[in-house]
């Protein structure tokens, strides 16, 4: 049944209201923007039925919630997914276009709210989603910061960051909610006091605090009219800032209270994997943590007068250590505020948070200096050490004598605050999100842990919604699939993909479906025009890597191999050689100098190649600038070649791995994170795998590392390839822009340290791997029918799967339903 706000005539004029109430224009005068404006005020007007009715069905459930703590949200454009969502996308392109509106165009006005950096964000975005969608009461609890993920420029082939300021225009989705306002403290000390019955307490004094103010997103369910809540949270100085304050000598005060709150959402970290240890990012942790646990606890008991329930009623996932301070902020407000005993507090506390490990990168890992944490958290601190003080008594118990136990598990150690020991030690879940991480989680990073409470371990492998990336990115084939399966059902039951196997061998199908692929690849073949200005030929192989810039993630990897196949073309003109076309797009945190050498290095390659006329434009390179959730879901489309070459062990599951495979690409991967089961679903001979294994990676790492000169001086053609990073071919003629690259692959003699991510040992089995797709694509008849497979065996890999396996052994959630009538 249609939503009558939907119906066209009512919408037409819903819309037309709005672009005069809004803006006292007419919808010829208004502009793109305007528009924007206009037709989602229209939206949520429809989403807010739902989202009233949402909440009341679960005030009168009051079902089992969770809430997804997490500083990232990498939401992406809301207004095409909301249409998607309340299956109104058609009626209301169509509406539009009645009044001479693009939708598509509209749809290009909303800024991308980027808060998040990359993988960890746009998972907890995907889980809203699934969440909404399966009919599970769920709270996105995270910062409302005033400047996403900087948007980028590149100039002159160099990264350049701008800031992106998001909520310029406003934001139409979002809704203040100044009445749920919290007040969250930082700093000061700590006065121990005694009551009449000679209880303690401790009083928090001198302490500066800023009010959290709460914005509500809708997260739409998809065709169930259920609509949960991403809450994010603005930052106010606790006083308005008043003139007379100066008089009473507060004026002092006043300002940093200001500029606390300013500062504390200004802006997300653009850090991936990398902790950088800023006391700003501590204050942004406790702030949203702070803010979401009173929240919750003060909704709690507007139902509950039992807290010893809570477990019953709420659950916390921690979306890596960046939350965890959640533990001993939950037993500091049921202590101090709710005058719980300890035993009884931390009994509540260890049923009701639980954590998810998103990578083993030793420089990810959270360890906060003890002077910076107790200075700027003094009671939060405290109930640290005394759970701290607890666990090494239970580890001397279970461990007598084993000093060197204690020492890799404590909380505090090495005038550190370990995070992860904290939410591991407090959480009763702990899971990794692939298997192969989860794996390397029991047996190597966290083996002690596991030994210890190998109950509390679990893998929930990751998941990605074909909302978002297939039915809106990729609309044609979306269309196609239904028409394929004869039903919608894929929609909210991916494995139902395994349908599109019949059509395996019908060379019709298979057309159509390639078709479509080239359809998608000159969308994008536009979009490189008009925002690279680079000519791209669609029937060329799109080989693609768009993730973000890091080492590990080895873009090197694949721009040497570019350089390698430009010098093979060049030396043998008269071979064979399928047009290929290399396709990055990546971020590099601001400070991550070898990254940024890494884009510049891509852009130079990118100059030389495609401006040589004598390969006949067989070889283009282009890095698409700015890579995000909105030119993403064109770009996974487009592709034909998922590269997913991370060293092996490094990459904790991947998940732009899924979305390829979803939209019809083949995978040219190692074998790591979630690339493992996906070779497992699709089958090897439908996947291009090459590398060391995750094993062999540990191996060497345990022996100290490998000789990489060994391999450059045994391979003259790979040895070209790293000699032209320093001969300037790439560098008009400078021979040192490059050498820190190639000291890293290379430097210094003799010494093992060098070439970290093991480039040069899996470039040749790259290389055969490259081959072997060239060779596949070649053979028209095998490609399409691989691609095909890809899609049809993507089933496991929706995160409608992942939230079902986090119900049912984490969360516990009661299933919701709203009936239709509102
Ligand atoms: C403290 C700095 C910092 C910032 C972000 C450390 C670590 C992170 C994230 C954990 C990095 C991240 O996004 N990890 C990615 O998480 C995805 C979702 O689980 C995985 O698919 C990726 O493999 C993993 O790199």
């Not at 403290?185 to 959290?212: C, M």
């Not at 089961?677 to 590392?705: H, K, P, R, T, W």
């Not at 000169?709 to 045994?714: D, G, L, M």
Request: proline share 3%; hydrophobic share 40%; charged share 30%.
């Amino acid at each position: 049944m249609i939503n009558p706000r939907f119906e066209k005539q009512a919408f037409k004029k819903e819309v037309k209201n709005n672009v005069k109430t809004l803006f006292r224009k007419t919808i010829e005068e208004a502009t793109p923007q305007q528009l924007f404006q206009a037709v989602s005020y229209a939206v949520k007007e429809a989403i807010i039925d739902d989202w009233i009715a949402t909440q009341e069905q679960y005030e009168k459930d009051d079902p089992k919630m969770v809430y997804y703590m997490s500083m990232e949200f990498l939401m992406g454009r809301a207004l095409g997914n909301n249409l998607i969502n309340m299956t109104a996308y058609k009626e209301v392109k169509e509406a539009l276009d009645e009044l001479g509106i693009d939708l598509n165009a509209i749809e290009d006005q909303e800024p991308d709210p980027a808060l998040g950096n990359g993988g960890l964000g746009r998972l907890a975005a995907c889980f809203l989603d699934s969440l909404a969608t399966l009919g599970y009461a769920a709270y996105g609890c995270g910062i409302r910061y005033r400047y996403g993920m900087f948007k980028q420029k590149i100039e002159d082939g160099y990264q350049v960051e701008t800031p992106d300021n998001w909520l310029k225009d406003g934001n139409p989705f979002e809704l203040k909610r100044p009445e749920y306002a919290k007040e969250v403290r930082f700093g000061g000390n700590i006065r121990v006091e005694y009551d009449e019955h000679g209880k303690t307490h401790f009083v928090q004094e001198n302490y500066e605090s800023v009010l959290a103010v709460p914005y509500d997103y809708p997260i739409v369910g998809y065709n169930n009219h259920i609509v949960n809540t991403l809450r994010i949270w603005d930052a106010e100085p606790i006083v308005d800032f008043q003139l007379d304050s100066f008089d009473r000598g507060d004026y002092h005060k006043a300002v940093e209270q200001q500029n606390l709150a300013k500062n504390i959402v200004e802006v997300l970290y653009p850090n991936d994997n990398h902790y950088a240890g800023k006391e700003l990012r501590l204050k942004q942790q406790y702030f949203f943590v702070s803010a979401s646990l009173q929240a919750a606890i003060a909704k709690f008991k507007k139902k509950h007068t039992d807290l010893h329930e809570l477990p019953e009623k709420i659950t916390i996932q921690m979306n890596d250590t960046h939350p965890t301070v959640a533990v001993a902020e939950l037993m500091r407000i049921l202590l101090d505020e709710e005058n719980m005993e300890w035993n009884d507090a931390w009994e509540i506390t260890t049923k009701t948070c639980a954590y998810t490990n998103h990578t083993i990168m030793a420089e990810a890992l959270e360890k906060w200096p003890i002077d910076l944490f107790s200075k700027l958290l003094p009671r939060v601190y405290q109930i640290i050490q005394e759970i701290d003080r607890r666990f090494v008594i239970q580890v001397r118990e279970m461990y007598p004598g084993n000093e060197e136990k204690v020492a890799k598990m404590q909380i505090l150690r090495d005038g550190q605050v370990k995070m992860a020991h904290l939410a591991i030690v407090a959480g009763y879940s702990v899971n990794g999100v692939a298997r192969l991480h989860t794996e390397i989680l029991k047996k190597q990073e966290l083996r002690d842990f596991y030994e210890m409470m190998p109950e509390k371990f679990n893998n929930k492998t990751n998941g990605i919604t074909q909302r978002r990336f297939l039915m809106h990115g990729n609309p044609l084939l979306a269309d196609w699939v239904t028409e394929k399966l004869g039903t919608k059902d894929w929609i909210t039951d991916l494995p139902k993909m395994s349908g599109l196997k019949k059509w395996l061998d019908d060379e019709e199908a298979l057309k159509e479906f390639m078709s479509i692929k080239y359809e998608n690849k000159v969308r994008l073949a536009k979009y490189i025009k008009e925002h690279n200005g680079i000519e791209v030929d669609p029937t060329s192989i799109f080989d693609v890597q768009v993730k973000r810039l890091h080492e590990y993630k080895r873009q090197l990897l694949n721009i040497l191999h570019v350089m390698y196949l430009y010098n093979q073309i060049k030396e043998h003109p008269e071979k064979s050689f399928y047009p290929r076309t290399f396709i990055f797009g990546a971020k590099a945190s601001a400070g991550y100098i070898r990254a940024k050498q890494i884009i510049k290095l891509i852009n130079s390659v990118a100059d030389v190649v495609n401006n040589d006329r004598s390969i006949n434009g067989k070889l283009k390179v282009v890095f698409i600038e700015d890579y995000r959730v909105s030119n993403a879901e064109w770009i996974f489309a487009a592709a034909d070649v998922s590269e997913q070459i991370s060293t092996a062990s490094k990459e904790a599951s991947g998940t732009g791995n899924m979305k390829f495979m979803l939209n019809g690409a083949a995978t040219l991967g190692t074998m790591d994170g979630a690339n493992v089961e996906i070779v497992e679903e699709v089958g090897a001979d439908n996947a291009f795998i090459f590398g060391l294994s995750s094993d062999e990676v540990i191996n060497y790492e345990q022996n100290g590392g490998y000789d990489s000169r060994q391999i450059y001086n045994s391979d003259p053609e790979l040895k070209r390839v790293v000699d032209q990073l320093v001969d300037g071919t790439y560098a008009q003629g400078d021979t040192e822009m490059y050498r820190d690259l190639y000291n890293s692959l290379l430097m210094p003699q003799g010494n093992n340290q060098a070439d970290v991510y093991f480039i040069l040992k899996d470039f040749r089995s790259y290389a055969e791997a490259q081959e072997k797709v060239e060779a596949a694509y070649r053979d028209k008849d095998r490609w399409a029918k691989m691609v095909l497979l890809n899609t049809a065996s993507c089933g496991k890999f929706s995160s409608d799967r992942t939230i079902q396996e986090y119900v049912d052994d984490i969360w516990k959630l009661d299933k919701e339903t709203i009936s239709e009538e509102i």
